[in-house]
């Protein structure tokens, strides 16, 4: 068993789609925010975008996460923006078993998903810079791309048919 990071901007669905994922799949699931200090929460609660130097530790402690799973052989579906190459590698680093997976939107779509969420300390305006700092997996990461214009249980049929084609090849 390995893992599975469902990753992409905020507002992508990541957390909705990783939960049902996880349930399907009879994994557990953990979402990758529960991860961040709490300054990380108060700079994005008050409209700053995250920093490298604020997401480093965040993504070794859900990199830890990952592997508390991996050496427990359970298998466990993440939801983590990991939106630069270089995050992502800190996840899937010597982590052969961990699939990314990348929920694909555009902007619109996402913004008006931002908009109608109630509750979450990501506030809409900094959707743009959620944007520009996007490196999209490309082949060598091996990464499943779905894009999220369809319900929930369509994105998770199409995300467990990819990965069973995946393991068959």
């Not at 609660?45 to 799973?69: F, N």
């Not at 579906?77 to 010597?94: G, P």
Request: glycine share 6%.
């Amino acid at each position: 068993m390995g893992a599975i990071v469902v990753m992409g901007v905020s507002g992508v669905g990541k957390t909705t789609v990783a939960e049902v994922l996880a349930r399907r799949l009879d994994w557990t699931f953990c979402d990758g925010d529960l991860f961040h200090p709490l300054a990380n929460v108060e700079k994005m609660r008050s409209g700053k975008p995250l920093t490298d130097e604020d997401r480093w530790p965040w993504l070794q402690a859900v990199a830890v996460e990952i592997d508390r799973h991996r050496r427990a052989q359970k298998g466990f579906v993440v939801a983590c923006s990991a939106l630069k190459r270089a995050y992502r590698k800190i996840l899937t680093q010597d982590r052969p078993d961990v699939q990314l997976v990348y929920l694909q939107g555009d902007h619109d779509l996402i913004m008006s998903r931002l908009a109608s969420r109630q509750g979450h300390y990501f506030p809409a305006k900094l959707l743009d810079s959620q944007f520009a700092t996007l490196e999209e997996p490309d082949a060598s990461e091996n990464a499943i791309t779905i894009l999220v214009d369809k319900d929930i249980d369509a994105v998770v049929d199409e995300i467990i048919a990819a990965l069973s084609a995946s393991s068959s090849s």
